[in-house]
């Protein structure tokens, strides 16, 4: 029951007035500071948030009070400062999903930051032959690096890989009939679904097979003369165990061949590299792929090539031809910044294991189990130097991820930091630790939160520590 303080009128009109709130000092001061419509926004927003709280307590017949002003202001300060600092902005990724896509795929090697950063700041040989003075193709700058890594005749770089497979599949079979097995239907992450790409660009999608198993019969009976395409999609990040079935790339390519049939493979995540030797099996590089005689092969840039968003397309020269003079190509092409990341990386490339060794995603990858563990000691004498006696800081052996789809069934061996209270959950630490500067994104197992070495830099330690030690100190801990 409301008693007669509670009155909703009474208590809604000791909420103050935007015009009052933007009078006081505090907030004046932030004016000065920050665009006006960013206060403006964060008093209007804190103060309807307070109606809505006493209307809610009012409703629920719980006592309702209206905070001081400067418990308003402090809420208005908040919310300013929080506006104020740019959306997209670094996080600490101690997730362990190398290839986390929400967290921005991969991150760029020294060289790739540098020429992104020459090529943001000044004019450049984008599409321009500084030798005859005339037009050129923002092309040169990474096919022959493609070629030549992976012993295609002709390569294409796009926007990313959807549009790689958008743009192949639209200018080999546009109206025309595209065979894929039922059992590489797949949809990925952020609702990349390949039966709809088929759709959207234009091929009629004619499945063969089961979802379990495919054979080569399937794929020859399913061939007619409306038949464009033979496609074989990288399963990503699913995998099929038991009563199963696939035909192999170099079988659907030779069946290609006797047919007159085109063959295309989407590898997804596109290694560059091998990383049997790390642990990691299964994953054919593009050059191996491509060895099996198939016509073009589509990947991405920023998955186990560990560059910047791109999608790549490699094959033969006439059809590579043909998807550059597709009107859809300026559609999907791939912009000068992305592009100069994507030349340094490759470059990195040519340049062997040293080279090889300064792409992060690379380097994560093939990092030895000793250099993580002397991470993760060092972080946890950091922080344990700094954290509440109630949290425990402990060290303990895990599996990590590669992620962006590449080796579902794979992992690597790590180390983590773990954190565990008896007093806060797990959910309110990783929470937590969200909220740090730089955000630290870790993963919750059981009872812990985990911080996962692997995918922490050596030059990101201090940061971490500095970043999570004065949470563990605080209110978290107390
Ligand atoms: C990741 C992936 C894609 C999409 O690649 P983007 O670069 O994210 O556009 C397409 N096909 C497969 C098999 C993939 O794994």
């Not at 190509?329 to 470059?347: C, F, G, M, N, P």
Request: with cysteine; proline share 4%; net charge neutral.
């Amino acid at each position: 029951m409301a008693t007669r303080e509670q009155h909703p009128g009474l208590l809604l009109r000791q909420i103050p007035a935007v015009d009052e709130v933007l009078q006081e000092p505090v907030v004046q001061r932030l004016l000065e500071a920050h665009p006006r419509w960013v206060v403006v926004e964060a008093v209007r927003e804190t103060l309807e948030e307070r109606r809505q709280h006493v209307l809610a307590l009012l409703r629920e017949g719980t006592e309702a009070s209206v905070p001081d002003l400067a418990t308003l202001i402090e809420q208005v300060r908040i919310k300013v400062l929080d506006r104020a600092r740019p959306s997209l902005r670094r996080v600490i990724n101690a997730t362990g999903v190398i290839l986390h896509t929400n967290l921005g795929r991969a991150p760029l090697s020294p060289e790739a930051q540098a020429r992104l950063q020459e090529v943001a700041q000044h004019y450049s040989t984008l599409e321009f032959e500084l030798r005859e003075g005339t037009r050129g193709s923002r092309q040169v700058h990474v096919e022959g690096l493609l070629t030549r890594l992976t012993g295609a005749e002709a390569a294409l770089a796009v926007n990313n890989n959807a549009a790689a497979v958008l743009l192949s599949i639209n200018t080999m079979a546009e109206g025309r009939e595209v065979v894929v097995s039922r059992g590489e239907l797949i949809e990925i992450g952020g609702s990349f679904r390949i039966p709809d790409v088929m759709r959207k660009g234009g091929g009629i999608l004619r499945e063969v097979g089961t979802t379990n198993r495919t054979h080569l019969k399937d794929y020859e009976a399913a061939i007619g003369d409306g038949t464009a395409l033979l496609l074989k999609v990288h399963p990503s990040n699913f995998q099929m165990v038991g009563f199963t079935s696939e035909v192999s790339l170099t079988d659907l390519v030779g069946l290609g061949r006797r047919r007159g049939v085109p063959v295309m493979m989407d590898a997804g995540s596109g290694a560059l590299t091998d990383f049997t030797p790390f642990g990691l099996k299964g994953e054919p590089t593009v050059q191996e792929t491509l060895r099996s005689g198939v016509d073009l092969v589509t990947f991405s840039g920023d998955k186990l090539l560990g560059g910047p968003q791109a999608g790549l397309v490699v094959g033969g020269k006439v059809l590579i031809e043909r998807l550059r003079k597709n009107a859809l190509a300026r559609a999907v092409r791939i912009d000068k910044l992305s592009l100069a990341a994507l030349e340094a990386t490759l470059r990195g490339y040519l340049e062997g294991e040293k080279g090889v060794g300064t792409i992060p995603a690379v380097a994560m990858i093939t990092c030895s189990l000793a250099e993580i563990r002397q991470r993760a000691e060092r972080v946890q004498a950091g922080l344990q130097e700094q954290a509440h006696s109630s949290i425990q800081v402990g060290i303990e052996e895990h599996r990590s991820e590669v992620g962006g789809g590449a080796l579902p069934a794979e992992s690597l061996a790590t180390y983590c930091v773990t954190l565990h209270s008896p007093r806060v959950s797990p959910h309110r630490l990783e929470a937590a630790l969200r909220g740090a500067d730089p955000a630290v994104v870790g993963r919750i197992k059981g009872e812990k939160v985990l911080l996962d070495l692997r995918t922490v830099r050596e030059e990101e330690v201090t940061l971490l520590i500095e970043a999570v030690g004065p949470i563990l100190a605080s209110e978290i801990g107390s």
